[in-house]
């Protein structure tokens, strides 16, 4: 569960982050660079009307990447019917997003469609490669186990090529089994049943993921609005220059 005093250190960043210009580049890597960890990753549940940034985030996965995250070299046509064929009602996509509204991370939570194995699901992610190696697949996956058991899962499933250690490493590190079978490597979480509490972190969690979206958007707007304002300032200025020449 979490803690009151760590959700009031993460509002009082995000609000110190928020209104940096983007010029200013990220606060994250300054607290990267001094060992110091970011409080919360704010993780949201993302919908539909996401679509067109799911497709950029995957279309931007090199072809190595597209082999390690569907099991073969997906082109830009099949992630394309991969995209339009999710299933927003059935499923849960995940998503994080950096100050400039990308997707820079995301994790598809797919549930079984066989009515006998109706408590499993299977989870499949993918980072950007300049966002890698900051826990955000890590607390993907934990998003996505928090939301699978308070659905009812008891088996989360991952899929992985035996070569794919970090993916592996994820899965062993939050307690899957982990069985390898050549070039190919099954985990599966099992899950406790939901209660309050996980009930809980959830609602919160999403709260403040859907908190921390809406400021990014105002801030980007914010910092659109100022650079329209400067440029006319700056027109103003050298109609005001030419006019002293
Ligand atoms: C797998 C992937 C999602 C990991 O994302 P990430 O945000 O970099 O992962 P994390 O930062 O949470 O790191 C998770 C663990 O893997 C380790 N790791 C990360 N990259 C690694 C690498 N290239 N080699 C070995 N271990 C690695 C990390 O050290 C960490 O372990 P630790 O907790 O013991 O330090 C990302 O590499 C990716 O998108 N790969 C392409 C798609 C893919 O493989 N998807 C998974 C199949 S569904």
Not at 36 to 43: K, Q, R
Request: include cysteine; aromatic fraction near 8%.
């Amino acid at each position: 569960m979490i803690h009151p005093g760590t959700l009031l250190k993460a509002s009082f960043q995000a609000s110190k982050e928020f209104f940096r210009s983007p010029a200013q580049g990220s606060g994250s890597r300054l607290a990267q660079a001094s060992g110091a960890p970011s409080v919360i990753v704010p993780i949201r549940s993302i919908g539909p009307s996401h679509i067109e940034r799911i497709a950029t985030h995957l279309l931007a996965l090199s072809p190595q990447d597209r082999y390690l995250r569907f099991g073969y070299s997906a082109n830009d046509e099949q992630i394309q019917r991969y995209v339009t064929g999710l299933n927003f009602e059935r499923d849960e996509i995940f998503g994080i997003y950096n100050r400039k509204l990308e997707l820079i991370a995301m994790a598809h939570l797919a549930f079984s469609t066989d009515p006998e194995l109706k408590n499993c699901a299977e989870f499949g992610v993918s980072v950007l490669a300049q966002a890698r190696g900051r826990g955000y697949g890590a607390r993907l996956f934990d998003r996505a186990a928090m939301h699978a058991r308070n659905e009812g899962v008891a088996m989360m499933f991952i899929h992985a090529l035996s070569e794919n250690t970090a993916m592996l490493n994820i899965a062993h590190k939050a307690g899957a089994t982990v069985e390898r079978d050549g070039s190919e490597t099954e985990a599966y979480l099992k899950l406790q049943p939901a209660n309050l509490d996980s009930r809980m972190t959830e609602m919160l969690d999403e709260q403040i993921a859907q908190t921390d979206y809406r400021l990014k958007v105002q801030a980007r707007q914010f910092w659109r609005f100022l650079a329209t304002l400067q440029e006319i300032r700056r027109g103003v200025q050298d109609s005001r220059d030419r006019m002293r020449l």
